[in-house]
Structures are given as structure tokens and as C-alpha cells.
């Protein structure tokens, strides 16, 4: 799990720089155990900021079925200093697990074209330079309230787990969620970031004690962790797929200059 | 309800910000066409981030349209 935001890359040069530095290791660490586990496919848990999905169709969880996404879309390239480029999805996989959540009331919505922030495109830059390795995406509404409640994105999350256990065949599969954790975007508080509530749920997910987070209100995570802080449901997401698992912090930093609370960390039994 | 919601305001953003064009306001003119209330194209021509949050309108959208606004 780690956090996206178009600075980190974008503006590299304006972090402090052993704040950076620790944070960027946090990323190359991840880095290195996804390739250690050698995973045939990644399922991100990410969130639209206003992108895809506007005030006409805003759909709470939303499957891509997209065969390729440019990483980072044209107009986000600049922001994010990123040489656009096409990662694969893998459409027939993400048809399965669509199909098989309307099947069991998970009601999905699915879109077969999707344009890549900061999301995918940031995170993937440390993760998978390469490009190398499908994607299938689970977009959650986190950025245009009312949002779906943390509980339910533990359900949806829950489903996505028990889906990839049931799956013949040799494939391995990565969960990669990005997001949070506090920060407060395009809000009067633009710029302010909570480190001490960072810090609560960090440790909650240390400890394998999700319960606590999915019984948060939308006002208490907008109180405390920022409409950026909404982002966590994606964090939710991927814990509820792993009951049980807990986090291993690799590296937190408030950076005030990318307006963000970042963290890396790796989850495991 | 969890945040005021103008659908005109977010709208005409996303229209823009789907464009990737910014903005320090938008005249009359610009904002032509578009549903808007008097108090959200007096926010709009002023470029009042804070007040066009309060008018409902959504925070990721004021951000992607009036950066410039922003010291940080």
C-alpha cells in the first residue's frame, strides 16, 4: 500500500530532502519484494479524482476493463513529470471478477476506457517501471461524497479476496492499494496534513485491527484526515481481501510541500 | 448530507479541468451557458477558491482549475 499525489514526482526537488529520501526508499523496498513475489497480475484498489467519473455518473465501485492505460494520461504528465506510458489491464480476468460480484450482489459498475492521474501513474513509476505486469483495477469513490462507507469497502474487498482464492490455475496475484493518508486538497485547510491521526491508523494496521477504521464516518475522516484522507477506504479495501494480515510501516513522512502524509507499507500474514 | 453539491459548479470545472486548462477567474463570458446562481459566477470572476467551496463546489476540482490560487 502507498500513497499517490502528482508531487511526489512532480516536484521532487521541493521535499526536504532526507524526508524524500526515506520515502522514496519506502517505495524502492516495496519495489523489491513485489518483484520477489514474482506476481503474473496486480489488482489496484485506486480511486478517480474527477477524472473518469464526473457529477453525471458517479459510480461507488467500478471495475476497469480497460485493455491498456496510459500512465500518466497526456494532461498529467507535465504535472507529475512522468513520460507517459501504456500499461497493460487484463479485461478478461477483470470480466470474470465482474461478472462474478454481480453474481454474488456486488453490484459493479465497469468502464472499458479509463484516463490514468496519479493513482496508478505515480505509484506504478516506483513499483513497476518496467510496465511489465497487467493491472486490473477496482476504482472506489473517494473523491465525491456521499462515498460508499468504509464498512462496505471492506465487503467489496472481502469479495475481490475470496474471488482471487477461488481462482484455478498458476497464476500469482498482488494487491496494490494507493492513496491517504491525511492531506486536504483544494479545501480553505489546503496544504494542512494530521500527522497524529496518520499515525492511529498506521497502527492500526500493524496490528491487523481493521475493525476500528471500517466504523469511521465520512465526517470524522473529513474532521481528522482531510477530503484527501477519504482515500483510505482503497487501504480498507485491500485489508478486507486479507483478513487477518497486518502491515509492516516501511516508511511515513508528513511532506508539507506536497501537501500529503505519505506512507509505504507491506502487508503480509 | 455530507458536503453542499452544486451540480452547475462542478459541471462547468469538470469541463475544464478534463481540458487541463487553468484559471485565476472566470469571466461571465467564460462561465457563459452554464447554470450558475449570481453568488457562484461572482465566486468564479473573483477566483474565491474558499467561497466556491462553501457554493459546493468539489475541492479536487477548485484545486485542478485555480492552482495558481494556491501558495502551496
Same mark, same amino acid.
Given at each position: 500500500?502507498?500513497?499517490?499525489?502528482?508531487?511526489?514526482?512532480?516536484k521532487?526537488?521541493?521535499?526536504k530532502p532526507e524526508?524524500?529520501?526515506?520515502?522514496?526508499a519506502?517505495?524502492h523496498e516495496l519495489?523489491?519484494?513485489?518483484?520477489?513475489? @514474482?506476481?503474473?497480475l496486480l489488482?489496484?484498489?485506486v480511486?478517480?479524482?474527477?477524472q473518469?467519473?464526473a457529477?453525471?455518473?458517479?459510480?461507488?465501485?467500478c471495475?476497469?476493463?480497460a485493455?491498456?492505460?496510459q500512465c500518466?494520461?497526456?494532461?498529467?504528465?507535465?504535472?507529475m513529470?512522468?513520460t507517459?506510458r501504456?500499461v497493460?489491464g487484463?479485461?478478461?480476468?477483470?470480466?470474470?471478477?465482474?461478472?462474478?460480484g454481480l453474481?454474488?450482489?456486488?453490484?459493479?459498475a465497469?468502464s472499458?476506457?479509463i484516463?490514468?492521474?496519479d493513482?496508478?501513474?505515480?505509484?506504478?513509476?516506483f513499483?513497476m517501471?518496467?510496465?511489465e505486469?497487467?493491472?486490473?483495477?477496482?476504482?472506489?469513490?473517494?473523491?465525491a461524497?456521499?462515498?460508499p462507507?468504509?464498512? @462496505?469497502?471492506?465487503?467489496?474487498?472481502a469479495?475481490?479476496?475470496d474471488f482471487?482464492?477461488?481462482?484455478?490455475g498458476?497464476g500469482?496475484?498482488?494487491l496494490?492499494a494507493?492513496?491517504?493518508?491525511s492531506?486536504w486538497?483544494g479545501?480553505?485547510e489546503?496544504g494542512?496534513?494530521?500527522?497524529e491521526?496518520?499515525?492511529?491508523?498506521?497502527?492500526?494496521i500493524?496490528?491487523?485491527?481493521?475493525?476500528?477504521?471500517t466504523?469511521?464516518?465520512?465526517h470524522e475522516?473529513e @474532521?481528522?484526515?482531510g477530503?484527501?484522507?477519504q482515500?483510505?477506504?482503497n487501504?480498507?479495501?485491500?485489508?478486507g481481501?486479507?483478513?487477518?494480515?497486518k502491515?509492516?510501516?516501511?516508511?511515513?513522512?508528513?511532506?508539507?510541500?506536497?501537501?500529503?502524509?505519505?506512507?509505504?507499507?507491506w502487508?503480509h500474514p | 448530507?455530507?458536503?453542499?453539491i452544486s451540480y452547475?459548479?462542478n459541471k462547468?470545472?469538470?469541463d475544464?479541468?478534463r481540458r487541463?486548462?487553468m484559471h485565476?477567474?472566470?469571466?461571465?463570458?467564460?462561465?457563459?451557458g452554464h447554470a450558475l446562481?449570481?453568488?457562484?459566477?461572482a465566486?468564479?470572476r473573483?477566483?474565491d477558491?474558499g467561497?466556491l467551496?462553501e457554493?459546493?463546489?468539489n475541492?479536487?476540482?477548485?484545486r485542478?482549475?485555480?492552482?495558481r490560487?494556491?501558495?502551496?
Amino acid at each position: 500500500m502507498a500513497a499517490h499525489a502528482p508531487l511526489i514526482t512532480g516536484k521532487p526537488e521541493v521535499g526536504k530532502p532526507e524526508q524524500r529520501d526515506r520515502l522514496y526508499a519506502g517505495f524502492h523496498e516495496l519495489r523489491r519484494r513485489l518483484q520477489a513475489a @514474482r506476481p503474473d497480475l496486480l489488482v489496484m484498489f485506486v480511486n478517480d479524482h474527477l477524472q473518469n467519473f464526473a457529477y453525471n455518473n458517479l459510480p461507488a465501485f467500478c471495475i476497469g476493463l480497460a485493455p491498456t492505460y496510459q500512465c500518466p494520461s497526456e494532461g498529467g504528465a507535465r504535472l507529475m513529470r512522468l513520460t507517459p506510458r501504456t500499461v497493460r489491464g487484463n479485461p478478461e480476468w477483470a470480466m470474470r471478477l465482474l461478472e462474478a460480484g454481480l453474481e454474488a450482489g456486488i453490484d459493479f459498475a465497469y468502464s472499458y476506457e479509463i484516463e490514468s492521474w496519479d493513482e496508478l501513474s505515480v505509484p506504478l513509476s516506483f513499483l513497476m517501471p518496467e510496465g511489465e505486469i497487467p493491472i486490473v483495477t477496482v476504482y472506489t469513490n473517494c473523491a465525491a461524497p456521499p462515498l460508499p462507507s468504509p464498512r @462496505r469497502c471492506r465487503e467489496v474487498g472481502a469479495f475481490v479476496g475470496d474471488f482471487i482464492r477461488r481462482q484455478s490455475g498458476p497464476g500469482r496475484i498482488a494487491l496494490v492499494a494507493t492513496g491517504g493518508l491525511s492531506h486536504w486538497v483544494g479545501t480553505p485547510e489546503t496544504g494542512r496534513i494530521n500527522p497524529e491521526w496518520d499515525h492511529r491508523v498506521l497502527d492500526h494496521i500493524t496490528r491487523g485491527d481493521i475493525e476500528p477504521l471500517t466504523r469511521l464516518t465520512w465526517h470524522e475522516i473529513e @474532521r481528522d484526515g482531510g477530503n484527501g484522507g477519504q482515500e483510505i477506504r482503497n487501504w480498507i479495501g485491500l485489508l478486507g481481501a486479507v483478513p487477518g494480515w497486518k502491515g509492516e510501516l516501511l516508511a511515513y513522512e508528513p511532506v508539507a510541500e506536497w501537501i500529503t502524509g505519505c506512507a509505504t507499507v507491506w502487508v503480509h500474514p | 448530507m455530507t458536503t453542499p453539491i452544486s451540480y452547475a459548479l462542478n459541471k462547468l470545472l469538470t469541463d475544464i479541468a478534463r481540458r487541463h486548462q487553468m484559471h485565476e477567474s472566470l469571466s461571465d463570458e467564460e462561465t457563459a451557458g452554464h447554470a450558475l446562481s449570481e453568488p457562484e459566477r461572482a465566486a468564479l470572476r473573483a477566483g474565491d477558491t474558499g467561497r466556491l467551496y462553501e457554493l459546493g463546489a468539489n475541492p479536487y476540482l477548485i484545486r485542478r482549475v485555480f492552482r495558481r490560487r494556491f501558495t502551496i
